[in-house]
């Protein structure tokens, strides 16, 4: 296995979204739809629907009110800074102990 397989196979496992679709997400416009991401990606309209909808519960990008379009985050234009935002806000406090993990109630 090459190194560049080695990397891309890692990523897959560590990254919530696919190569493919971070690779897109980096060459859509600011304002988009599901269907620019399946152009871009390559991909069909309902796989580009279900990473959309990903991208939303990740607060990766946002749902335009009113209107069949997403926009990305004024300071996550590209995947790698989001991703940058995320371990300077969540990862780093938790790993610091800043940011606690709720205990689980006990079961009786």
């Keep these: 296995m090459s ?6 196979e890692v990523l897959g496992k560590a990254l ?7 690779v897109g997400y980096n060459e859509l416009e600011r304002d988009f739809t599901s269907g620019d991401l399946a ?8 796989s580009a ?3 959309v909808n990903k991208m939303v ?3 990766l990008i946002t749902k335009v009110p009113h209107k069949r379009m997403y926009q990305k985050y004024a300071n ?6 989001w ?7 969540a990862l780093e406090p938790l790993e610091s102990g800043s940011l ?5 109630p006990e079961e009786e």
């Design 3 to 8: 190194r560049e397989e080695s990397l891309l």
């Design 16 to 22: 919530p979204l696919p190569s493919r679709i971070i």
């Design 39 to 46: 152009r871009v990606c390559d991909i069909s309209r309902s």
């Design 49 to 51: 629907k279900f990473y």
């Design 57 to 59: 519960d990740l607060r």
């Design 76 to 81: 996550a234009n590209k995947f790698s800074d």
């Design 83 to 89: 991703m940058k935002d995320l371990m300077k806000l």
């Design 100 to 104: 606690k993990i709720p205990e689980e």
